[in-house]
């Protein structure tokens, strides 16, 4: 026989404890820590929610949670505005086998009353809520995830053929801030894997057209143009305003320089090369445990034995993979989601289409970022990079 409502009621409060906003926040700040979970709809938790809570609607509730929770064993507290859905929803969890489940009375509304703190996300304004509802149903973004990336700053060393690729996913991801620092002006030649730019962009700086090409895609990123070539003057001042470096680079003193600014202002480097038909690409971040670019390459090659792209060629939708896999990479780490490529480098073989994948340890004696680091403030890279003779001596 159908239930009423009052008798659904009933029968959650006999099997779910419900617990006033007091009981809750004493719980939540005990020893054994129990999940606190949402339940309310979208627009309710744009007004605010309870720090570290699972942001869950109860419409989504039986299909999402077991993602969303998925230790059946930890303790979980519902709430919901006023302590009706979350009572019914706690009694859903209990049916579900979640074994220590209650719910808050009074709900948030209880909660912020009594003066409690409660966190706000990044007020997303209804265009972008609309730009970017396909990243908003992701439960690991949502909109917390996409304020994160609205706010976060990204400095993107080249506007080539693994610039281009990353600059765009990262501003159609609306990630807020994009530098771009890049001194060359567009050839024709680049084209063939350069997406940036256009035909009738050649002659004009890498940089305005960049520019002009991400605003047009995205009017929300703001766009920061560098027109200098990257130095040992210059780097500090620019990576200290960004909170991730994408490096494109495509010579042996760029990488060395970006990889020891890097280290010195502790921030991550996503590193990707391409050469002909392979390409790889990693994170190099001491400070999270990881290796940076000299515990892989101490020296560099000696003169000759690494030819560029304009000297060897290389496929032109190859830079596309990598450097998308740069943006994902960077992506991940605004969103502190998933297992990033620290410690980790990822190689891609485009004629045998695979990946291979291949472990990284910091180097305790590595010259940088070592346990007694040689190395503690810039070098001339130039002269480093050419002082290697053919025995790979300086």
Not at 261 to 280: D, I, L, R, T, Y
Request: net charge negative.
């Amino acid at each position: 026989m159908a239930k009423t409502y009052d008798q659904l009621m009933e029968d959650a409060r006999k099997v779910v404890q419900e617990l006033t906003p007091e009981e809750a926040k004493e719980r939540l700040e005990g020893n054994e820590k129990p999940i606190i979970l949402d339940v309310r709809e979208k627009d309710e938790q744009r007004q605010g929610y309870i720090p570290e809570a699972v942001l869950l609607p109860r419409g989504f509730l039986e299909i999402q949670v077991g993602g969303a929770i998925p230790d059946k064993e930890r303790p979980v507290i519902v709430y919901c505005a006023g302590g009706v859905r979350s009572l019914l929803a706690a009694n859903t969890l209990k049916q579900m086998g979640y074994e220590s489940v209650a719910s808050m009375k009074e709900g948030f509304n209880g909660w912020k009353n009594r003066g409690y703190s409660f966190s706000e996300d990044f007020q997303l304004k209804p265009d972008q809520i609309s730009r970017y509802s396909r990243h908003i149903m992701l439960s690991q973004v949502g909109e917390k995830g996409q304020g994160d990336l609205l706010q976060s700053k990204v400095l993107l060393i080249g506007a080539g053929g693994l610039g281009s690729p990353s600059g765009f996913y990262l501003a159609a991801a609306g990630v807020g801030t994009l530098g771009i620092v890049d001194f060359d002006v567009v050839d024709r030649s680049n084209l063939q894997r350069q997406i940036l730019h256009r035909d009738t962009d050649v002659g004009r700086p890498k940089t305005e057209s960049a520019k002009e090409t991400l605003q047009a895609l995205n009017p929300d990123v703001n766009v920061i143009t560098y027109q200098e070539r990257l130095s040992s003057d210059n780097i500090m001042d620019l990576i200290s305003n960004y909170d991730i470096v994408v490096d494109g680079s495509d010579n042996f003193p760029t990488r060395y320089l970006v990889n020891d600014a890097c280290v010195f202002a502790g921030k991550p480097n996503v590193h990707g090369s391409v050469f002909q038909f392979e390409g790889q690409t990693t994170i190099f971040y001491p400070k999270a445990g990881g290796p940076c670019y000299r515990c892989l390459y101490p020296l560099p090659p000696p003169p000759g034995m690494a030819p560029s792209c304009a000297e060897a060629g290389v496929l032109g939708v190859l830079p596309g993979v990598v450097g998308t896999l740069q943006a994902m990479e960077a992506i991940k780490l605004i969103l502190k989601k998933g297992e990033p490529l620290v410690g980790r480098l990822l190689l891609y073989d485009a004629l045998s289409m695979k990946f291979r994948e291949l472990k990284l340890k910091r180097d305790p004696s590595c010259p940088v970022c070592g346990d007694h680091p040689e190395i503690k403030e810039l070098i001339d890279y130039e002269a480093f990079c050419a002082g290697v003779s053919s025995d790979g001596t300086h």
